[in-house]
């Protein structure tokens, strides 16, 4: 399980997010005490430090420089400063992301896994049984037989993988979509989902993806 | 200046010269002194007292046509005190001195009026940052109780989030010195992170949107263009038609001089007579009030941020059949000269 550690002052924020984080079957820690906030972020040992810019007695920023010296750790920056003066700075201090407030939750968490798996370098073909993925070329193989995907399928079994056996609700899956610029509607979600059933049901692969009612998909 | 006024104005002085003279003339007569002496010395009289007369109004002609010329040029006219050679002549300087004490209070004025705006400005932007913090709240109380909330909820905590973000910009649009960095960007993301943006509503007004590859990149500062990408998005999702399946279009087009970008929707447009009205401050037309309930700022704001970064806005529109926003975005040489 990753470890997200939360650097946020705000006590109502903190514990949403750690919910949030926790629900997405990350760990989450939160740092409560600023006072040595460079040691304790670096004894933490998180994969990925979501970091507030505005925090009493401490400059993120310069806590981010700070923090770069020692480690590589990816760190994401979350603040309700939105100029892009901020941002650009954030960056080249090393931020490997930066979200504004109020940010929308699915996005957050979709950011966040594309920045573990950046850190993680994971090639872009998976495994998932005796099945071989190639996320990139849009292909499935077993054996010598090749299944291939359309775009939209590929994502949307990429987001089922990531996350296999956490449900994956509509709205993520949604997220992942329209992340890749494919603005499909819930019609055509539901066409999508109902394609690449078939497909891996032709392929040999029938109830893969599962629908739990009211949360979403959960690949099995 | 015209010298028949300022002959009127010295009537009291040219009548004092007369009687003068006149009394002088009967004097001379009294004492027999000859015709051809009296008429000398009134000659000689005649002669000082025109030359003292134009001397007058020459030197305060050069001063006050300076003064009315320069009046007529300046645009800021308060600075009229600065362009003008000082007088010569007393009234002049004591009029120029009246000048410097107004000049100086009005500069006092302005001056303190600044700093409030700037510390009301300051509050604001510090006040919006605030008021963030609890809307980011509820939106992840929202995410984390699905099940118990429902989305009715969350729909409204992104209106208040998107008034916010209105105040924010509207303040900056007013006061739009140094707070932008204008870079090079792709406006395929910026769109794309606009429409995420208002994903939720588009899904729930069941609006399909189209966004045609697009890989061009301009100069524009990405917070501010998002922000107008997403208060036009807003616009197309308020005032959609229910006569038909709503869909909005986005495409851009090469120029050899600019980059075009085109918003448009199949809504209930804009009527003819309020089109060259969309920009002005708390316009509402038609629409705003029939439909959905409108401040009339956000295109006003839009076309102020446009203003300052630089970039072109136009909108079309043909009542219930569309509306069509069109950025153009200048390609310039002398951004890419680091």
């Given at each position: 399980m990753k470890k997200i550690l939360v650097i946020e002052d705000d006590v109502a924020i903190r514990q949403e997010l750690s919910e949030l984080l926790e629900n997405a079957s990350y760990e989450a820690a939160v740092l409560e005490?600023?006072?040595?906030?460079k040691n304790a972020i670096l004894a933490a040992g998180a994969d990925l430090i979501l970091l507030d810019i505005n925090i009493p007695g401490l400059n993120g920023e310069l806590l981010l420089r700070e923090i770069r010296k020692e480690t590589d750790v990816p760190v994401v920056m979350v603040t309700s400063r939105d100029s892009e003066a901020d941002e650009v700075l954030s960056m080249s201090y090393g931020a490997d992301d930066y979200i504004t407030k109020p940010y929308n939750p699915t996005i957050l968490l979709l950011r966040i896994s594309a920045i573990l798996k950046r850190a993680e370098h994971t090639a872009s073909v998976c495994h998932y049984k005796d099945l071989c993925i190639n996320s990139a070329k849009g292909v499935l193989k077993k054996g010598e037989e090749e299944l291939f995907l359309t775009k939209n399928e590929m994502i949307i079994l990429q987001v089922l993988l990531d996350k296999q056996g956490v449900i994956v609700s509509r709205d993520e899956l949604m997220t992942a979509l329209w992340d890749n610029?494919?603005?499909?509607n819930d019609n055509a979600l539901t066409v999508n989902i109902s394609r690449l059933r078939a497909k891996l049901a032709e392929f040999g692969?029938?109830?893969?993806i599962e629908t739990r009612k009211k949360q979403g998909y959960l690949l099995v | 200046m015209k010298f028949g006024k300022y002959v009127q104005d010295e009537l009291f002085a040219i009548i004092a010269g007369v009687l003068f003279w006149l009394v002088l003339t009967v004097f001379f007569a009294f004492f027999y002194i000859s015709f051809s002496f009296i008429l000398f010395m009134t000659v000689l009289f005649l002669f000082f007292a025109i030359s003292v007369l134009l001397w007058g109004f020459f030197r305060r002609r050069k001063f006050y046509n300076q003064l009315f010329q320069n009046l007529d040029r300046l645009?800021?006219?308060?600075?009229l005190l600065e362009t003008l050679d000082k007088p010569d002549f007393y009234d002049g300087e004591l009029l120029c001195q009246a000048f410097y004490e107004m000049e100086k209070s009005m500069c006092e004025n302005v001056r303190s009026y600044q700093h409030s705006m700037n510390d009301f400005k300051e509050y604001i932007e510090m006040w919006v940052h605030e008021v963030k913090i609890p809307i980011s709240s509820l939106l992840l109380m929202c995410h984390n109780n699905q099940d118990t909330i429902a989305p009715k909820y969350a729909r409204q905590i992104r209106r208040l989030s998107q008034y916010t973000d209105q105040v924010l910009y509207y303040v900056r649009s007013e006061h739009a010195a140094n707070d932008y960095v204008i870079k090079k960007e792709q406006l395929g993301k910026l769109v794309k992170k606009a429409v995420i943006q208002n994903k939720e509503d588009l899904l729930e007004n069941k609006i399909d949107i189209h966004v045609e590859e697009i890989g061009q990149t301009v100069m524009t500062d990405g917070k501010w263009f998002e922000f107008i990408l997403n208060q036009i998005l807003n616009n197309s999702i308020k005032y959609k038609s229910d006569k038909r399946q709503p869909v909005i279009h986005i495409f851009a087009e090469d120029l050899p001089s600019m980059t075009i970008l085109h918003v448009k929707d199949n809504g209930i447009g804009i009527c003819e007579g309020d089109l060259p009205n969309v920009f002005k401050k708390s316009f509402t037309g038609e629409n705003g009030r029939h439909h959905a309930k409108s401040t009339g700022m956000g295109l006003y704001i839009v076309k102020k941020l446009c203003k300052s970064l630089g970039h072109g806005i136009e909108i079309k529109s043909v009542a219930e059949e569309y509306t069509e926003v069109i950025f153009a975005f200048v390609k310039n040489d002398y951004y890419f000269i680091s």
């Open positions: 005490d600023f006072v040595n906030a610029n494919e603005f499909v692969y029938e109830d893969m | 645009d800021q006219k308060y600075l």
